[in-house]
């Protein structure tokens, strides 16, 4: 179930829309944002503000990359093997944060915290290799500075979990 | 028209046409997957690439999406549009698993052919296959996905083609997946279609599975007999059984699909407990001793009561042969005429329809998707007829507005205007409609009686005012269009709506619009009934029985059991027989009761039969086998077999029209020539035995040639204050209430639980809530289902499925009112 | 480096504000437009420019504009396309994040030109903080009447939101984004009427990389003679944003006349070569324009000069490689780039792409034959035959790999192994 917030506010968005059905990416966002990642229940909660059906959505869902209609972690990381951050480094950035982390790509973490998408060129060859956290831009990045990124995320997490 | 040149040879081609098309018109047929005649074309396979040597394309393109124009030359034959195709079906077998000897559509597999006949023979891919996990789709069509060539037919047709929305591509790139959310049951009634596209094993036919390559079968053309529209449909069966039912092309009618009754329904002539011998005072008795029993029978009544204590009822689904046999079985024999409907409402209805259609007015379901307006009154096409929505569909698809008029909660594959109003007001409404569509400019061509009935219509509804406004958009667009056709149930409606939706459809017919006019009846041969059928019935069969003069009823493919609520009372009235006589091929109650049954066999067996459907089509069913026990019945499968005999076990049974004529000779009339041997092949002109005087042929269709009778003869009657309580109506469903399919263990498993639907202000004040059991209260008894709540329909109404499940049905004679107190909540 | 046009508010630490663009001439262009001119007046001068298309395609600006017919009906939309998944490619976000109202700008009067009243600013996920920056300064557009209703007072209203994409190259191609922004799924549609006529809710359309957009502005204000003037090359005009990145001193997006050298782009802005390498090839213009070998060193990067020696100028992405990058690994780098992004429409690109996917990889892992150099061949041929420009695209560096480095790939079936890898032999360090 959504929080009735959030429902009431998508609908709204749905409503002032002239075509309802060019919020859909807005409300995957929205709705993945609240359930982690986009589970069945929020592929129906997405049908069933849009008028469309659970089908429809997953038709979308399932083909765009930062829509994750499978578990996971708490930082998200989109790892660029484009081509110009690939060609950067002896071992590729997503090599290395797989083998930081103990995971395979696609995997998260024991801890829940990270998960380790490959992704397409990201734009940032100027920064190159580069990734991005939850969407946030990370670049010029070096072993040193993947294990500085890395343990920042975690130490804010656990002061995050602490304060709660 | 453009003019072009393909391997050497040139064809002008209506502009428009694509030079795949005009390939086929050639005779060449251009390599496809994607690209379907009913789909239209898509691009995406990449296999009907061509050579563009001369003209405004040049080069490789594909001939999908190439319309043809002049000066075009073009080379199907090329080494290089050759390579590029080959290598085309190199790239769709690198995952597909090559499990051909365990896949049904091996032997019919568009891959298959496409495989050998392009040439890819070795495999050069030493990569990793693909796989996927396949899905449930529920019990009639089976899903293998890795065998997947991804060419969005499935997706098309489901979505595109029949707007339904559960069936779709997920994932992307080289994962993509052709299926549903999650495991479960189509819920789209044209799903079968998937098997007849599908060009290779993704989606098979489920209950056929694994029951035989499509050279081990008896295969022949024919006919669904399930509604009104007469669907083409080749049938194949094995081993004395029929096995399965596809889609037969046949433009004017079901084009290149049929309904998932259509296609699982067949199973009706497989039934296990199908009448198989004569039987005689419940004894099996020989053929020969069974025709003497019947003809002794009769013969001793007619002489101890009269000719007129014999009455004669076939039905809509006895093929025309049969129909016209009975006819002059009771002429010859001076039997009263011969009934085919058990309602008398039934039957006025009917011939009521036939009397309006005549060439110019009556359409095809193929001019249905050229309609750019449909109104449907009191007719709902996905339960009733199903392939029909698919032809609106078409329709709207192409922009056509539509509009029904009904109180049941419709439900369409696309958007549409829904006025629920109450059976009594349909008229009412559709005439305001019209009336407020025709005004003005586009009336001055009516000639004087036309006229005066577009006078005579009502143009105020008094009732439902938050209709009103809707009523007004809907004439509006019926005023713009060209092309409008009024769809017209028989089911649910009044006996004085058939009439005036013919009196409406002509009335629009006589403006600058072309207009167009389909019924939909109750049976494949309810047309044919119409015109055999010489009045109207004045009462129903169960009444006349109750009149104590009939001793004989000879039943012909008819049961009485059927849509009739009141057992009792029809038992009683069975009481006054001296003697029931039944042919049928399904183990109906009445053959239960029949002192003489006489099997006979349904329209894929022994004989060719004729069907009229809806529109005055006549069509032939030529038989796909010729008859008998199925092996799996008789034989226990023992190889070889034990015993060896000279006749086919069950192969007894005839065709209802030759057990006619059988019986006819048998009871020694003077006239000793067969009831038809006139009738012939109605495609020729020695038809002569139809070729009576009420008849109009024209084309493949026949008229009555009265048709348009009594036209604008149509009274809008104000509607009386009845009786205070909801007014129940027995409706139908795409599964569970016609009579044939309700035999099939295959169709069976497509049925839902009964249950009645009534509007949410209805059931609140009956205290009624989603899922509840209720209890209807009739004279004769009570009915208990589960309770549906809609709000897509009129208030005051309870729709009730006259579902094979249920107990007691609700009469067909309408209406039926129950009070609010006889409706409780268990 | 030339006159700096697009990037002219450019500062390093922040975009230029609504003050600082309108004191470089910002909305005079649009103003004039809309107190002194008709729409089909702009559409003329756009057309006398030469402004091509600047999203890869290069198509005439002016005359896609004119595809809209007069009588066409209302609503009517501009989609500024900044999806910019090109692989090498980032202009686009620098150019947002320079000077975000000239941007905006050029989208209103593309609007203004074709009448349009919806603008749908289509931006990729990656992209989320110029996402909310986009949002932010149309609100100050709005504020300053540059935006909305009766922009400047007069009858023109136009308006435009953020559409935030979820990811995937092929939202870049432009049926595909409309697909995308209408929800249903982004595979292209080809063979129907063009955008211009019935796009976006089946009414005219225009989709434009902004960078294109951004012309428009500088367009009016100083002719269309000053912008053919920009450019280096006869039939080129304007200036054009270079993205150098790979193998280069300095990686960054470089504003220069169009038809510049490519061996200036490199050494005059990138700084040259780092040290102890040398140039062996670049990709021109993002992922889907083939390699150009050392020969091409002195090429003009613009659309002519490039299409007669057979290469693309692409997005202007230039991608350098030096003498121990491996090209067959770059290659088989940009394969299952584009085989993991191909919307999985049609055959060539849905299944061909995997296939030459699985050649590359043997061969680069040292289990290749020879026979598979004449398959690569046939392959890159027949990618061309696809659905949309997705597959050729992918076959374009395929080509320039089998057109400039069979050698190359001779020596990883010859050896059976990759070369350049560490301890191979070929290169003392660096990857493939």
């Not at chain 2, 009907?48 to 999908?64: D, L, R, T, W, Y």
């Not at chain 2, 009154?377 to 032809?391: H, R, Y």
């Not at chain 3, 211009?196 to 009414?203: H, Q, V, Y």
Request: proline share 6%; with cysteine; hydrophobic share 35%.
């Amino acid at each position: 179930m959504l929080p009735k917030e959030l429902e009431q506010e998508l609908r709204k968005r749905i409503e002032e829309s002239d075509h309802p059905r060019e919020e859909v990416i807005n409300v995957m966002y929205a709705v993945q944002n609240h359930y982690g990642y986009m589970c069945d229940e929020a592929v129906h909660e997405t049908a069933a503000l849009l008028g469309m059906t659970s089908l429809e959505v997953d038709e979308l869902a399932t083909f765009y990359d930062f829509i994750y209609r499978e578990p996971v972690g708490r930082f998200v990381i989109h790892a660029c093997d484009g081509l110009v951050c690939w060609m950067f480094g002896e071992e590729s950035v997503v090599d290395y944060l797989c083998r930081k982390l103990n995971i395979r790509i696609g995997e998260t973490t024991k801890d829940g915290l990270f998960t380790v998408l490959p992704s397409v060129c990201i734009g940032y060859c100027d920064h190159a290799p580069a990734i991005l956290i939850n969407g946030e831009f990370y670049g010029s990045l070096t072993p040193s500075r993947i294990d500085d990124i890395l343990d920042d995320l975690r130490k804010s997490h656990c002061a995050l979990v602490r304060d709660r | 028209m453009p003019k072009l040149i393909i391997d050497d040879r040139e064809i002008e081609v209506p502009a428009g046409t694509k030079v795949i098309q005009a390939a086929e018109r050639l005779g060449i047929m251009i390599p496809r997957f994607c690209f379907h005649e009913a789909l239209g074309s898509l691009g995406a396979c990449r296999l009907c690439a061509v050579k563009f040597k001369e003209g405004p394309v040049k080069g490789i393109e594909m001939s999908c999406m190439v319309e043809a124009r002049d000066g075009m030359v073009v080379s199907t034959t090329d080494p290089d549009a050759v390579s590029f195709r080959k290598w085309i079906i190199e790239c769709l077998m690198l995952n597909h698993p090559h499990d051909c000897p365990v896949c049904d559509e091996g032997g019919h597999c568009l891959l298959q052919d496409e495989t050998v006949s392009g040439g890819h023979g070795i495999r050069r891919y030493q990569g990793k296959k693909r796989t996927y996990v396949d899905q449930d789709l529920g019990p009639f069509v089976r899903h293998e996905m890795n065998r997947c060539i991804h060419c969005w037919r499935c997706r098309r047709f489901y979505q595109d083609f029949s707007g339904y929305r559960d069936l779709g591509a997920l994932q992307i790139a080289n994962r993509t997946y052709f299926g549903r959310f999650e495991s479960g049951r189509l819920e789209n009634p044209f799903s079968g279609n998937l098997i007849d596209l599908c060009p290779t094993g993704v989606y098979t036919d489920k209950p056929a599975r694994f029951k035989g390559r499509r050279w081990n079968f008896e295969r022949g053309p024919s006919l669904c007999p399930h509604c009104s529209l007469g669907c083409n449909t080749t049938g194949s069966a094995r081993y004395r059984e029929m096995v399965r039912q596809e889609a037969r092309l046949n433009e004017d009618v079901n084009g290149y699909f049929i309904c998932d009754r259509g296609r699982f329904g067949f199973d009706f002539a497989n039934h296990p407990h199908r009448p198989r011998n004569a039987r005689s005072a419940g004894e099996e008795v020989s053929w020969e001793r069974g025709i003497e029993t019947a003809a002794e029978r009769l013969g001793a009544i007619v002489r101890e009561a009269g000719p007129d204590a014999v009455l004669c009822v076939g039905s809509p689904r006895c093929s025309l042969e049969t129909q016209v046999s009975l006819r002059e079985l009771c002429r010859v024999s001076g039997w009263s005429a011969p009934r085919f409907f058990l309602e008398s409402s039934t039957s006025r209805k009917v011939r009521s329809a036939v009397s309006k259609l005549d060439e110019g007015t009556a359409v095809s379901m193929r001019r249905i998707e050229d309609a750019d307006f449909v109104l449907l009154l009191g007719a709902d096409p996905v339960n009733e007829a199903p392939m029909s929505a698919l032809a609106v569909r078409q329709a709207q698809r192409k922009g056509a507005a539509v509009a029904v008029v009904d109180p049941r909660p419709v439900f369409l594959p696309f958007p549409f205007d829904h006025l629920t109003v109450t059976p009594d007001r349909m008229d009412l409404c559709a005439a305001v409609i019209v009336k407020r569509a025709l005004s003005g400019d586009n009336t001055a061509t009516l000639s004087g009686e036309a006229a005066g009935f577009l006078e005579s219509l009502p143009s105020g509804y008094p009732f439902d005012p938050e209709l009103h406004s809707r009523m007004d958009g809907i004439a509006q667009a019926l005023e713009r269009s060209e092309r409008p056709v009024i769809v017209c149930g028989t089911n649910i409606v009044g006996e004085s709506t058939p009439g005036l939706a013919g009196d409406l459809a002509h009335l629009l017919g006589r403006t600058a619009k072309k207009a167009g006019l389909f019924y939909l009846l109750p049976g494949p041969n309810a047309f044919g009934a119409g015109l055999q059928s010489s009045t109207d019935d004045p009462i129903s069969v169960l009444e006349t029985l109750e009149g104590g003069k009939i001793k004989a009823l000879l039943l012909v493919e008819q049961d009485l059991f059927r849509s009739q609520f009141d057992q009792e009372r029809l038992d009683r009235a069975l009481q006054n027989l001296d003697c029931l006589i039944v042919l049928d091929y399904l183990p109906s109650p009445s053959v239960e009761k029949a002192d003489l049954v006489l099997p006979t066999t349904p329209l894929f067996e022994r004989t060719p039969s004729t069907f009229v459907n809806q529109e005055g089509r006549l069509q032939q069913a030529t038989p796909v086998h010729r008859g008998g026990t199925p092996i799996s019945q008789v034989g226990c499968g023992s190889r070889p077999p034990r015993t060896f005999e000279d006749h086919v076990p069950g192969g007894d049974p005839k065709a209802a029209h030759e057990v006619l004529d059988e019986l006819y000779r048998s009871l020694g009339s003077h006239e000793r020539k067969p009831l038809t041997a006139e009738f012939g092949d109605w495609k020729a002109e020695n038809r002569s035995a139809l070729e009576d005087s009420s008849l109009v042929f024209v084309g493949d269709r026949v008229f009555s040639k009265d048709a348009p009778d009594k036209l604008f003869s149509s009274k809008i009657t104000p509607t009386e204050p009845r009786e205070k309580g909801m007014e129940v109506l027995s409706v139908d469903w795409t599964f569970g209430t016609e009579e044939l399919s309700g035999y099939s263990r295959v169709a069976q498993k497509g049925e839902s639980v009964p249950k009645l639907v009534l509007h949410a202000d209805d059931a609140a004040r009956l205290g009624l809530v989603e899922g509840d059991k209720a209890a209807l209260q009739f004279d004769a008894g009570e009915t208990i289902l589960e309770v549906g709540i809609a709000t897509n329909m009129a208030s005051g109404v309870i729709v009730v499925p006259g579902h094979r499940l249920l107990e007691r049905q609700v009469s067909a004679q309408q209406p039926t009112i129950v009070p609010d107190n006889r409706i409780r909540k268990i | 480096m030339g006159e700096q046009v697009l990037l002219k508010n450019f500062r390093p630490d922040r975009p230029a504000t609504i003050d600082e663009y309108r004191q470089s001439g910002g909305y005079e262009a649009l103003t004039k437009a809309v107190r002194e001119m008709k729409p089909g007046d702009v559409i003329e001068l756009i057309k006398d420019s030469g402004l091509r298309g600047r999203g890869g395609a290069g198509f005439p600006t002016g005359v896609k504009w004119s595809g809209v017919p007069e009588d066409a009906p209302f609503p009517r939309y501009v989609v500024p396309n900044t999806d910019e998944m090109e692989p090498g490619t980032f202009k686009d976000r620098v150019l947002v994040n320079a000077d975000p109202h000239l941007v905006i700008e050029g989208i209103v009067l593309a609007a203004f030109a074709v009448s349009a009243q919806k603008g749908i600013f289509f931006v990729r996920p990656s992209y989320e903080m110029d996402a909310e920056l986009i949002e932010r300064e149309l609100q100050v557009a709005r504020d300053a009447g540059f935006l909305g209703d009766h922009i400047l007072g007069g009858d023109f209203s136009f308006d435009m939101a953020v559409h935030r994409s979820a990811g995937r190259y092929i939202c870049g191609e432009a049926t595909a984004q409309i697909n995308a922004v209408q929800g249903q799924r982004p595979h292209p549609v080809k063979g129907g009427p063009h955008m211009t006529e019935e796009g976006l809710w089946k009414r005219p359309t225009l989709v434009n990389n902004v960078e294109t957009l951004s012309c428009i502005p500088h367009i009016l204000r100083n002719g269309a003679d000053w912008f053919k003037g920009l450019a280096k090359t006869e039939t080129g005009a304007g200036t054009k944003l270079y993205t150098v990145s790979g193998r280069i001193r300095r990686p960054g997006c470089y504003e220069l006349p169009i038809g510049t050298r490519l061996s200036e782009i490199l050494e005059d802005c990138g700084g040259g070569m780092p040290p102890g390498t040398e140039f062996k090839a670049c990709l021109p213009g993002g992922a889907s324009t083939g390699f150009l070998p050392r020969k091409f060193y002195d090429l003009e990067l613009d659309f002519d000069p490039m299409k007669k020696v057979g290469q693309r100028l692409g997005t202007g992405a230039v991608v350098v490689f030096d003498q121990n990058t491996c090209l067959v690994a770059v290659t088989l780098n940009l394969i299952e780039f584009f085989a993991r992004e191909s919307c999985g429409f049609c055959t060539p690109c849905r299944e061909g792409l995997p296939f030459v996917r699985d050649l590359l990889r043997r061969i680069e892992e040292g289990e290749g034959k020879e026979e598979f150099i004449p398959m690569l061949h046939q392959m890159a041929a027949n990618m061309r035959h696809a659905y949309c420009a997705f597959a050729p695209g992918a076959a374009a560096p395929l080509q320039g790999l089998l057109d400039f480095f069979t050698d190359e790939i001779r020596e990883h079936i010859a050896r059976k192994q990759c070369p350049f890898k560490a301890g191979n032999g070929k290169a003392e360090q660096g990857r493939g």
